[in-house]
């Protein structure tokens, strides 16, 4: 669930306000000023103290918090004060923490991300991510949008064949789900308005218009094919994501799935089923006969629907 402002005001979105993306601030945590190095000691009777590690950064080497300070005492020579280098590593910017965030979710899963392991996938500190991200709810939402990138859009030409486009979408949906399993949560978490999500939006709303439908049954159009993709690729991605972490083949559990049914007294109405079923050379076969045929289910519905809506055209 979200843990941060997400929680007590679930309307919420990165989206809105300052907190979007393109709105962030400016400053990072390499604009960071260095103190000037001083010409001389201001006192040649005392012991005079140059200038030496901050308390930030004593405390991101592992130390106590408390910075060492450098002395020179009368007659030494001043030591030259080196300032410090550039990382070799990558620059840290927010397209790299979604990406990261993005590969760490897909292979951990959403209940073992935080912001700490982020930081150290990164190779930085989590207040450096917190420079990009207000929080772990607005970081969570923006990977979000960027995998909804994944799923084709449309062209909007007025003579494309808006059946095949509404498979071609499905297709990319469902395809988007099941490589990103916990992408189905967020997904009824967040409010999903990002810029990708948007303009694909904007495009399907036009690719419905195009089926014949009054445009007050548009919405219901659209919905139908986004629950019906939405609850298939979801299906799909977790038994995928729960074979991958028991180490077994999907066919493999399919098969012995299929053979305890058969057995099975309270499967005998649906004996026929699972035999039809277990004939098929993979359980991908089975999925993909069972997507297309449910797709023309679909699409022969919008059609119907169209023409109860207006007879004799």
């Known amino acids: 669930m979200p843990t941060g402002p997400r929680a007590i005001r679930p309307q919420a979105s990165v989206w809105f306000g300052d907190r979007a993306p393109g709105a962030r601030r400016k400053r990072g945590p390499a604009d960071v000023s260095v103190p000037p190095e001083p010409s001389s000691a201001t006192d040649d009777s005392e012991t005079v103290k ?102 084709p859009v449309p062209s909007d030409s007025p003579d494309a064949d808006w059946r095949q486009q509404v498979r071609q979408v499905a297709a990319g949906y469902r395809a988007m789900l099941v490589a990103h399993p916990w992408a189905s949560r967020l997904i009824g978490e967040y409010m999903n308005v ?31 094919v986004y629950q019906f993709t939405y609850g298939f690729g979801t299906v799909e991605g977790r038994w995928q994501e729960r074979c991958r972490a028991a180490g077994v083949r999907e066919d493999d559990l399919f098969e012995e799935m299929s053979e305890t049914a058969r057995d099975h007294p309270g499967f005998h109405g649906l004996a026929d089923l699972v035999e039809r079923r277990g004939r098929a050379s993979s359980l991908a076969e089975v999925r993909e006969r069972d997507f297309a045929f449910s797709l023309d289910c679909l699409i022969a519905g919008i059609e119907a629907m169209r023409d109860r809506a207006h007879p004799g055209v």
């Open 50 to 151: 140059r200038p030496g590690p901050s308390a930030t950064d004593a405390v991101e080497a592992g130390g106590s918090g408390v910075p060492a300070e450098p002395l020179v005492r009368r007659g030494e020579p001043e030591p030259r004060v080196r300032r410090a280098e550039p990382s070799p590593g990558p620059t840290l910017d927010l397209d790299r923490i979604v990406r990261t965030t993005i590969g760490m979710l897909d292979e951990q899963g959403l209940a073992r991300f935080s912001m700490r392991r982020l930081a150290a996938e990164l190779g930085v500190t989590p207040m450096s991510v917190y420079w990009y991200v207000d929080n772990k709810d607005d970081l969570l939402e923006i990977a979000l949008d960027e995998i909804g990138g994944e799923v």
């Open 194 to 224: 990002g810029p990708k999500a948007t303009a694909f939006s904007t495009v399907m709303r036009s690719i419905m218009r195009r089926t014949g439908l009054p445009d007050e049954m548009i919405p219901g159009a659209l919905s139908t």
